[in-house]
């Protein structure tokens, strides 16, 4: 399996016989191999995980899947993904996924949770690997907000986690937000400590690089800091 950070909260998978594309809304996508199947992801609406290019995939690439959070078909309904060049026959063929579904589509089969924030999140097994995205879930604590909003806020952040308890994840890609400030580690750290993580990789840190090396600092960080990905392989 050959990851490629592509930026942001975006994420190629290339595996044997696939290709997975998460939340791509800016950067240089990768050459995706023509000849293996492509499964394109988006986790929810926001302008850094959406962005309409995702659909031009499809002038040059021969089998491209699309896997879409519900509250996008809210924000754009058929007319507006017309307006951006996506025909109806196109559209009827997107699948959009609410929290708690499961569905198989050639040889994946992907589950979603529910989002601390907008959408879902995304378990994806395929080919004897298991890769989790977690869009927007995260533990979002603020300093600027009440004590009992954030004790909610992780309540709910740590009910989605603990679905996953257990559950063996090959790739991780996990909210690092340095926005966060001393709380920035919070959802990263909770799901490493509750999962069976091979591999997690930092994501939408808004290209400050310097959350790798403050995580690996941290005390928490020592059970699984050799999982975590290289900031240099970004």
Same mark, same amino acid.
């Given at each position: 399996?050959?990851?490629?950070?592509?930026?942001?909260?975006?994420?190629?998978?290339?595996?044997?016989?696939?290709?997975?594309?998460?939340?791509?809304?800016?950067?240089?996508?990768?050459?995706?191999?023509?000849?293996?199947?492509?499964?394109?992801?988006?986790?929810?609406?926001?302008?850094?995980?959406?962005?309409?290019?995702?659909?031009?995939?499809?002038?040059?690439?021969?089998?491209?899947?699309?896997?879409?959070?519900?509250?996008?078909?809210?924000?754009?309904?058929?007319?507006?993904?017309?307006?951006?060049?996506?025909?109806?026959?196109?559209?009827?063929?997107?699948?959009?996924?609410?929290?708690?579904?499961? @569905?198989?589509?050639?040889?994946?089969? +992907?589950?979603? /949770?529910?989002?601390?924030?907008?959408?879902? $999140? &995304? !378990? %994806?097994?395929?080919?004897?690997?298991?890769?989790?995205?977690?869009?927007?879930?995260?533990?979002?604590?603020?300093?600027?907000?009440?004590?009992?909003?954030?004790?909610?806020? @992780?309540?709910?952040?740590?009910?989605? +986690?603990?679905? /996953?308890?257990?559950?063996?994840?090959?790739? $991780? &890609? !996990? %909210?690092?937000?340095?926005?966060?400030?001393?709380?920035?580690?919070?959802?990263?750290?909770?799901?490493?400590?509750?999962?069976?993580?091979?591999?997690?990789?930092?994501?939408?840190?808004?290209?400050?690089?310097?959350?790798?090396?403050? /995580?690996?600092?941290?005390?928490?960080?020592?059970?699984?800091?050799?999982?975590?990905?290289?900031?240099?392989?970004?």
């Amino acid at each position: 399996m050959k990851i490629t950070y592509i930026g942001h909260s975006g994420f190629a998978a290339e595996l044997a016989h696939c290709t997975l594309l998460f939340d791509y809304y800016e950067g240089t996508l990768p050459v995706f191999p023509s000849e293996k199947p492509l499964y394109v992801f988006c986790s929810h609406a926001h302008r850094d995980h959406f962005n309409f290019d995702i659909f031009r995939l499809r002038e040059t690439h021969p089998d491209v899947t699309y896997i879409l959070s519900r509250d996008i078909r809210r924000s754009w309904n058929a007319a507006g993904f017309a307006r951006h060049g996506v025909a109806k026959e196109a559209y009827d063929a997107l699948v959009f996924l609410r929290p708690y579904e499961r @569905t198989e589509l050639g040889e994946i089969a +992907v589950e979603t /949770l529910d989002s601390t924030d907008e959408g879902v $999140a &995304f !378990l %994806v097994s395929v080919e004897g690997k298991t890769l989790s995205h977690a869009g927007d879930l995260n533990d979002w604590v603020w300093n600027e907000e009440s004590p009992e909003e954030n004790c909610a806020m @992780t309540a709910r952040f740590r009910a989605e +986690v603990d679905r /996953l308890a257990g559950r063996r994840i090959d790739a $991780a &890609f !996990l %909210v690092l937000d340095p926005r966060q400030e001393a709380a920035f580690d919070r959802g990263f750290d909770y799901f490493m400590r509750r999962t069976d993580t091979t591999r997690a990789y930092p994501m939408h840190f808004w290209k400050d690089f310097s959350v790798f090396g403050r /995580l690996r600092a941290l005390p928490c960080s020592e059970p699984y800091r050799e999982r975590i990905a290289e900031e240099g392989g970004y």
